[in-house]
């Protein structure tokens, strides 16, 4: 079956620990993306990337940090400098020719920092 | 102002009734809407997208979008249990290489048996 997985599903960190949070997609889709989910927030960008090796900074991508080595992955890190990491962390992609930006989501990961 | 206003709820309503979700807008370059329903603890998934102003309709579900008071609805027909999530609006524009959606908050909606 073709779809976005992201691990883990619940992560729970120290202060001052970085954590790596997993994507991988089996979409064959070029872009893929990284929002943040707060309650009453709604879904806010913080990387996107539209090809291998190459990805922008979204509208909160401080104390944040990704790469993209290979299409079907892009891993999120969540550095010690994000002052407020608890969030519910939802992973996407899509592909390029369509006329709009349908992105197809993964289940999410939910980070607590304690 | 924000881009893109969405009445979070939450929104409780009886089985079997309809239900509006709305969202407006601020960016007159927004092209293409979209609806997204978003179990708990899930992720987001695709409901219904709209290019420029119009209807459309997909079984219980019809999305309109008034481009010159930049406002769009989700109208919910005979509403079920089921149908009990968070509705997200979300917008875009096409061309280029702009793959950025702009989301609303969401609005959280009980469909009470």
Redesign the interface.
Known sequence: DGG?TQSPKYLFRKEGQNVTLSCEQNLNHD?M?WYRQDP????R?IY?S?IVNDFQK?DIAEGYSVSREKKESFPLTVTSAQKNPTA?Y?C?S?TQGY??????????T?LTVL | QKEVEQDPGPLSVPEGAIVSLNCTYSNSAFQYFMWYRQYSRKGPELLMYTYSSGNKEDGRFTAQVDKSSKYISLFIRDSQPSDSATYLCAMSWSGGSNYKLTFGKGTLLTVNP
């Open positions: 976005i872009a993306y009453g927030q709604g879904l960008l996107y539209q979204g519910f939802l996407a899509s006329p709009y930006n349908e992105q197809f989501f993964g289940p999410g939910r």
